[in-house]
Structure formats: structure tokens, C-alpha cells
């Protein structure tokens, strides 16, 4: 149809009886008897600039006899204006969704987070006078990394569906089995030197508080938007997290013991600052109950 259009030539609706009276459309002037088969939506917006679409059939609706056959499936071809490529181009890129890149840079220090938590468990068991600074030095890159993932995350626009669950799953992680490791031994410095349940009583308040947030936003999720909502991270859960990581690291730096004024020092914040955390983690989990308590009753 494309000749009939560029000569001037106004193209009209007929039904095409050569072709098993398929929809087309039949050019009428100067002579030109040529008739195309085409979408007749299209067929309104037809001027001498643009083509017609041309009509997707399937090969059991086309007609049985073989003349008639060649000639719609040539007369069916797609059509374009001299000099637009631009629409196979826009079709073919179109036609694929563009692929998410899953190892982002951020996603990548959260599984380095991960690969250290075997590395952290060693080095507390390493016969070594290196081994409480390398768990120290552990645990606080990791924590470090816990807080650059999300920061990158937000600022190079890298957040993937696979990185917002894998964060909080290392953090867990790091986190218990710190607490587990040093519930194995009483605090060895401090003015609690000797206590041997001050750290299994806060290890189970925040693992048993985790343990609770999970099925709370599983739960949540199959209330519906709403209520998932409601178990969004707020900002007690944040400061729960840094009180957490700070008060493991000075437990980690003081398991040894020591009479130097910095492992008091630390022998004496870290414990507070592991009350603090897990009277923080208690607190949060009471407001989020409270925030779904009318989904609830």
C-alpha cells in the first residue's frame, strides 16, 4: 500500500472478496486496483505519512485454497514509510523487559557480611593471642558493612529485591552468633566480672524477639498492604541495631579480661549498653503490636 500512499492516493474500507472476504482496504483512484489486507482500527488514522499494520492470522484461519493463500499472506506484509526504521527498533527493544542486575555492590558487601560470620565463629575458637582482635575486627566490619550497604543502596539507586532480603538476614545472623558465643562464658572484666547470665538472658530476649518478628510480618503480609505496613522497620528498630552492635563489639573486646582502663572501660559500657539494647528490642516489639492490635481484635 505504501506506492498508493506516496502517489497521493486515498486508500478506502472494503471487504476484499479475492481473498476470502478478508478486511482491507482498496485504493480506487488513477486506476489503482490494488487491494491490502490490514487492521481495520488502523484504518482511521491512515494519511500519507504512515503504513498500515498488518493483520496477525493464524494459519488455520487462512483459506484452504493454495492461489489464494500466497496471495494473503503477500498482501498481509508489514509496512513501513520510507526512512522509519524507527519502529522495528522500538518493537524489538520493547518486546524484552529489561533484566535486573542482581550482584549489585551493595548485595555484594551484604554477602561478604555472610561469608564472615564462619571466619567470626573460627576466630573465637582460634588458640591464638590474635584471636579476640581478629573476632573484634570482625564483628565490626561487619557491622560497618551493615550500615555502607544501605547507604550505597539509597545512593547509587542499587536496591534489588534480592539485597532488601538478604540484609537483615546477615544482620540477624552476625548478631546471634555473637550472642550465642559470648553466652558461653561469664563477663571477664568490669565491675560484672564473673556474671554468667546477664548476656544468655539478653541473647534470648533478641533472638526470641526475632524469632516473633518474623511470623508477626508473615502474618502481617497475608492481612494485606495495611498491615504490612504497620511492621515497616521504625526508628527504635534502628537504634535497637546500633546499641546492639556497639555493645557486642566492647563484650568481643573485653572477653579476655584485662586491668588496662580501656578494657574497664569497655568491660563496663558493653553490658549496659546490651541491658539498653534489649530493653529497646522489647520496646519496639510492643509497638508493633500495638500498631496491629486492630487487625487483630
Known sequence: IAPCLMSGHRPSMQLCSNVARSPGVSCQRGGCSKTFCAQPLALGLLTQQTALTPVQLHPSQLPSSRP???????VCHATSAPGDSSSSNSTSSSSGKPKSKVLTLPTILTLGRLAAIPAF?????????LSTPVCTALFIAASLTDWLDGYLARKLNASTPFGAFLDPVADKLMVGAALILLSTRPLAAGPLAGNDWLVPVATLVVIGREITMSALREWAAAMGPEARQAVDVNAWGKWKTAFQMISLALLLACRDGGSSELITLAATAGPALLVAAAGLTLWSLALYFKQLARFMF
Do not use: E, T
Open 68 to 74: 489464494a493463500r500466497h496471495h494473503l499472506q503477500h
Open 121 to 129: 565463629v573460627a576466630a573465637w575458637y582460634w588458640s591464638s593471642p
